[in-house]
């Protein structure tokens, strides 16, 4: 599989003897004239890359936080269509990559050619969509590959060994290891054979191995970091944007710089 920009800001950041930090936003959440102030905010502190939010009405692997995040995005109007119009009004100064979070069908109703083709003209560096199962990617998949936007997978802990072979074989950007059985959301611990789940991606793969869902403290970006090539934080990064609580997602972000990395 060929790297893509995604694949080498992360392999940078290992570089440096840290570990990659991805937040995740939800676009429209407080305004859709916050979300630049946030992604700025976001790369100032550190972040690796930036997961962007695209709200929708049935969110199968949201929690509550990230769902109501969706609900009040969606209630003033916020669509993929207007989010896209916003990332363009202001890429030229974001120097991270942007990854897209979004369920397939505000990409069906945009138009999959013309999504992935304004996607490469706004710098967006990756997708994630968790509705779209590997076997029934080959359509959007196809359009992509003539793109350097990468279709980042999501692997999960009930995976069996050969469709973790056959996932990771087609990963673009990252692997996003779901580190729970469930949505997303902020929890006090994690599975017992998660640590062995994580090794068994990092086997598998040729691309960095970042884990997701649930991960909301400083001491679990820490803990799982040190599995993994990096982490993912959403719940708690969306409910801080929207406590204005900037120093927690401050420490969430060094977190993942710790020097026990090195």
């Not at 790369?43 to 969110?59: H, L, R």
């Not at 994630?128 to 029934?136: A, K, R, S």
């Not at 970006?221 to 401050?250: M, P, R, W, Y």
């Amino acid at each position: 599989m060929a790297k893509t920009k995604l694949t080498d800001a992360i392999e940078s950041v290992l570089h440096n003897g840290h570990k990659a930090f991805i937040p995740y936003i939800m676009a429209g959440d407080g305004g859709l004239e916050t979300l630049k102030k946030n992604i700025l905010f976001l790369q100032e502190a550190g972040a690796t890359a930036i997961e962007v939010g695209i709200p929708f009405s049935d969110p199968v692997a949201d929690g509550p936080t990230i769902q109501k995040a969706g609900e009040r995005a969606l209630a003033i109007g916020t669509t993929l269509r207007l989010i896209m119009q916003e990332i363009e009004s202001f890429h030229e100064v974001v120097k991270v990559p942007l990854v897209l979070m979004t369920y397939y069908n505000p990409v069906l109703c945009y138009g999959i050619e013309k999504f992935v083709g304004d996607c490469e003209r706004i710098g967006i560096a990756g997708i994630i969509v968790p509705d779209l199962p590997l076997e029934e990617s080959d359509i959007l998949r196809a359009v992509l590959a003539k793109t350097d936007v990468a279709l980042v997978p999501l692997v999960s802990l009930t995976s069996p060994p050969e469709r973790i072979a056959k996932i990771t074989a087609a990963g673009e950007g990252f692997i996003y290891a779901v580190t729970v059985n469930g949505i997303t959301g902020v929890r006090a611990g994690f599975d017992e054979q998660l640590e062995q789940h994580l090794t068994k991606l990092k086997e598998h793969s040729t691309i960095p191995v970042l884990a997701g869902f649930g991960i909301s403290t400083p001491e679990q970006v820490e803990s799982i970091a040190t599995l993994t090539d990096g982490v993912i934080v959403g719940s708690a990064i969306v409910d801080a944007f929207h406590q204005n609580d900037l120093n927690k997602i401050q420490e969430l972000i060094q977190a993942s710089k710790k020097k026990v990395f090195n």
